[in-house]
């Protein structure tokens, strides 16, 4: 496993503000950030209760059903992915994220928008256990009670010294566990990247405490919505720090911060901890769609 380690932003910002950024992304060369934390407690669980197979779901540039997939192969479960869309059974080879969870093993089954809003409903459930026989089941975005038990990890003894933890948010696990291990000093602050407020009712099924705050201005139009402005932070952001940051979930939660700093809404001298939860898989992914839009793409290296 790499070393996750936290970095430095240097750039220049008043108030003798500090950025540092938690390579969460560096976990794992495969299953990063949040969702190795997500997925830890889940597959000893899975090994626990003698499980053989993996069943989840995820939209068609899933990080989720990468993770999953790759996991799954990497402990010796079969895994079978619920894909949202049923447009896209022929497709895998155009989309890399189902063509890498398909060399990963993971067996596909495509449904429609509307029956995969069921995801949750016990009989939705029952039909797939009849179809697939016994699985174990990992939620949509992987979060459960052990995910935020996994998430809880994220902090360490030595970010005790930050103000203010930022996170991006999706289905509110990896939010919940830094809520609950952040210390009483300390402020945390959740950038939610799809529209709606329902994300405070998910998080207090999960979150102990009162120490946190969503900010709601930085998705960009909604989940997987991206404009000329955020393609420009992001590389930008990469040419000075050597950070590359994904477009869904981290881009906007960075790009939100520093636009908070300049707009004074932290005090001065705060010490401010982004986690990058990775998600740079999806790159190649919103790169072709950039292409066919005429719009420049991400970088991630040189």
């Known amino acids: 496993m790499n070393l996750v380690f936290n970095q430095h932003i240097s750039i220049d910002f008043p108030n003798n503000i500090s950025l540092t950024i938690k390579r969460e992304d560096l976990i794992h060369p495969f299953v990063s950030g949040n969702k190795f934390r997500k ?30 997939a790759y996991a799954g192969k990497e402990q010796g479960f079969k895994t079978i992915g619920i894909i949202r869309g049923d447009e896209l059974f022929d497709k895998i080879e155009e989309n890399p994220t189902l063509k890498f969870a398909q060399e990963n093993g993971m067996q596909f089954e495509f449904v429609s928008r509307e029956d995969y809003r069921l995801k949750s409903e016990e009989s939705f459930i029952e039909k797939l256990k009849d179809k697939f026989g016994d699985f174990y089941l990992v939620p949509e975005g992987g979060t459960n009670k052990l995910a935020v038990k996994g998430c809880e990890e994220i902090l360490t003894e030595e970010d005790s010294v930050f103000n203010y933890v930022c996170c991006a948010v999706g289905t509110g696990g990896t939010i919940s566990g830094l809520i609950n291990s952040a210390l009483p000093n300390q402020k945390i602050l959740g950038f939610p990247a799809l529209k709606g407020d329902f994300l405070n009712d998910e998080i207090r099924i999960f979150a102990k405490k009162d120490n946190w705050n969503l900010v709601s201005d930085y998705h960009f139009g909604g989940y997987g919505k991206i404009n000329l402005e955020l393609i420009e932070f992001v590389n930008s952001f990469f040419e000075n720090t050597k950070v590359p940051l994904d477009p869904i979930y981290t881009g906007k939660m960075v790009f939100g911060v520093i636009d908070l700093i300049s707009k004074n809404y932290f005090p001065a001298h705060s010490k401010i901890l982004l986690i990058h939860t990775g998600g740079l898989q999806g790159i190649e992914g919103m790169n072709i769609k950039l292409k066919q839009k005429k719009l420049p793409i991400l970088k991630t290296n040189d």
């Open 39 to 68: 997925l830890k407690y889940n597959l000893l669980q899975a090994k626990a209760e003698n499980k053989n197979t993996l069943l989840t779901f995820g939209g068609a540039f899933s990080n989720h059903i990468a993770a999953v």
